[in-house]
């Protein structure tokens, strides 16, 4: 429930998680709702390493909609944010019409502020929006007091924002309806289900930019004849492998399954025309690394996956992150000291053996992967009761904002955030 | 015709060509037999620049089969080597059966030795094993007087060996019977038809020897759904559209079909479990960089293929060559001075314009190709009439046999060719 604040400015402040997902979403069906060619299915990462963090604040003195990402303004104009923007004072006024007795007072007519920040850098490549959608929607919904379904909305966002709607391991059901009322994430089971499950995010100093994800997806559905058939016949048996996988917390199923979905949706960006590369030679090495590190013991005990970006997320369970941690930190040799290439929850270091070195016998490839971030499946979005942490000041302006360097860098403009008050 | 030599030493000496396939190759449905799950299509490559040269001799003097490859006598006994022998013996008798009356007159129990020699390095990971069956079967057949289709025995040595038994543009189509005998090789065009088409092989400095065709091949039939869908489902239209583009010299089909059938071709690699990654960073580069250099003038002039290795070899128009072999040049700059940078078929120097420069907008890396080899389509295997190039001396032993050297490098034995007489 939103905080009065003086001068009638209502305030609310939530946070919500990134997602990886393990059965992956490439291609829509319908671009203006955002409705993907097969279902997927993630694992909501902890927020106590990756967050997005949203203010929302509405008041009668407001003269329009303004947005704040990451300290500096945006156009809050661009279509997807017009939709859940839309879609929320849709399902508001919906309420209000059904006479409900809790309805908000907040009036529907009063414009919003809004500013989010991340926890982590956007730099690192994860995807930032699922988690920002997420977050600006359930705040939305806060702020408007709408509950109920909302991942319908945060997929008209971001199309992976709908499975950050929930924590632990979650599933998005493409649908069939036209409309898309029915392609909803759904929880499968929840982030206290198999606690023994961890993530490593390892981020891979990358040279630039790869294609978005958003044109990327549509020149594949255009032209790749193996996303076709990968939508139709093969996904829909591998979510229900998967689910049954997450159900058992039987890891050799799921790990195995993880891989070889991540590497059929790279296979479909090669097949796309012309074609798209994700995956760069430090991501190959990861690869190799991984398949061997299983080789050597005789078992999966570590499964890796990548978005539409170089970065691998590792997957593993508990007792095997030291040694695998410290096989990452031989075959990828960091540049910072040891102790600062490992955060978020802490690793111990242990050594590793000649043998497994020898197993894995790849030329050793320095500073290739920048850090680690040490996390494990979490929560779905939260509401932050101290109003301490709200992101706008009482007036409604952001309390940290961007203050631009003097030198810009060659790729764009540094900045950093700096509080404004 | 073989030679009459003294002490009753029949010699005979052929080359053949290499292939490059425009439509893959991958995945067998028969391993002894060596019958693929797809049709392909191939354009065999000029003599003149890639050739393999093989003598055989034939003598009741003979005690045993033997077998010397670039200069190295190596193991006969293997089944692919055998089961060419085994065929052509076989063939020369039905035909000494049949009552022919060319029969040839030389003893089906005579032994034989082999001499086979490459004109280009086996590191430049050109596949060598086409061409070098290829040669085997046409000098066996030669040596032993068989006549006809002989592409079906060169399959047994090598899949991709039956392309290389006709000049031009190649089709091997798969056939249905389960004893291959209509798994066969047929000329689409000759060398002939097309004139004006080039072929640039780019040679890649590559670190490390890649997964071998032929278990990689294996692992993909075994785990990639997605090469099954290909070879069921998109290769069948793929040949009929690719035959229909050679036949009509249609460019800009011929190149679009070649490249999106490379780029299918490693995406089912890369489905495969474990993955096989063929194309490094150079060759990721060389695609990029064709891409955008067609971009730049609007139009498909050049197009790129990559076998089980990260060499590209690119087609164009002769008109062409010199441009983007500047190009190459450009984005590539070469370790060696500029005049020794291409082998083969004379390339005309040019200038790389700043627009296109600037169009590609790549950053350069040095040394990523080594070399390249200019050629275009050439005829198949041919008899060398010429004595003085038979590989075997008088009594049916290498002219030419390895060296070892004194010190052997970090990865394998350094040889070098010595004259032996």
Same mark, same amino acid.
């Given at each position: ?13 939530? $946070? ?7 059965? +992956? ?5 319908d ?39 990451n300290?500096?303004?945006? %156009?809050? @104009? ?23 007795? %809790? ?24 995807? @930032? ?51 898309? =009322? ?5 929880q ?26 958003? @044109? ?11 996303l076709?058939h ?13 689910? %049954? ?14 891989? =070889?979905? @991540? ?60 040694? !695998?941690?410290?096989a ?8 910072t000291?040891?102790?600062? !290439?490992v ?6 270091? $242990? %050594? ?13 490839m ?9 996390? =494990? ?9 101290d109003? $301490?942490?709200?992101?706008l ?7 940290? $904002? ?13 900045? +950093?955030?700096?509080a404004?008050?």
């Amino acid at each position: 429930m939103p905080d009065d604040n003086m001068e009638n400015v209502h305030m609310v402040t939530c $946070t919500a998680p990134v997602n990886i997902a393990v059965v +992956k979403y490439w291609g829509k069906r319908d671009e203006d709702l955002i409705l993907p060619i097969n279902s997927s299915l993630s694992v909501t990462l902890h927020q106590d390493q990756l967050k997005t963090t949203t203010t929302v604040s509405t008041s009668k003195s407001f003269r329009e909609d303004r947005l704040w990402l990451n300290g500096k303004e945006e %156009d809050i @104009s661009q279509p997807r944010l017009q939709s859940c923007l839309r879609e929320i004072r849709r399902l508001a006024r919906k309420r209000r019409n059904d006479d409900d007795p %809790d309805s908000d007072s907040t009036s529907l007519s009063h414009k919003v502020h809004i500013c989010s920040i991340n926890n982590f850098p956007t730099a690192a490549g994860l995807a @930032s929006s699922a988690a920002g959608f997420a977050c600006l929607v359930y705040t939305l919904a806060q702020a408007f007091g709408v509950e109920g379904e909302l991942s319908a909305v945060a997929r008209q966002g971001s199309g992976s924002a709908c499975r950050s709607m929930y924590g632990g391991f979650v599933q998005w059901i493409m649908g069939q309806q036209l409309d898309g =009322k029915d392609s909803l994430a759904q929880q499968v089971e929840p982030e206290t289900h198999w606690p023994e499950l961890r993530i490593l995010v390892l981020v891979v100093s990358a040279e630039r930019k790869p294609v978005g994800s958003t @044109s990327g997806m549509q020149t594949s559905v255009q032209t790749s004849c193996l996303l076709k058939h990968r939508a139709e016949s093969v996904v829909p048996g591998r979510m229900v492998a998967m689910i %049954d996988a997450v159900r058992r917390k039987d890891f050799t199923a799921f790990a195995e399954l993880t891989m =070889k979905d @991540s590497n059929q949706f790279h296979a479909t960006c090669l097949d796309t025309y012309p074609p798209i590369f994700y995956l760069n030679s430090v991501s190959h090495q990861v690869i190799n690394m991984v398949h061997r590190y299983n080789q050597h013991y005789g078992e999966t005990r570590v499964a890796y996956t990548f978005d539409a970006g170089p970065n691998a997320v590792i997957f593993t369970l508990q007792q095997h992150v030291p040694d !695998f941690t410290q096989a990452v930190r031989h075959f990828f040799p960091p540049e910072t000291n040891g102790g600062e !290439f490992v955060k978020g929850l802490p690793v111990p270091q $242990t %050594d590793i053996s000649a043998e497994l070195k020898q197993a894995i016998g790849l030329e050793p490839m320095p500073t290739g992967i920048s850090y680690i971030i040490s996390t =494990k499946a979490g929560p779905g979005p939260c509401v932050v009761k101290d109003p $301490t942490q709200h992101l706008l000041g009482p007036i409604g302006l952001p309390k940290y $904002t961007v203050r631009h360097h003097a030198q810009e860098g060659a790729n764009g403009v540094n900045h +950093k955030i700096v509080a404004n008050m």
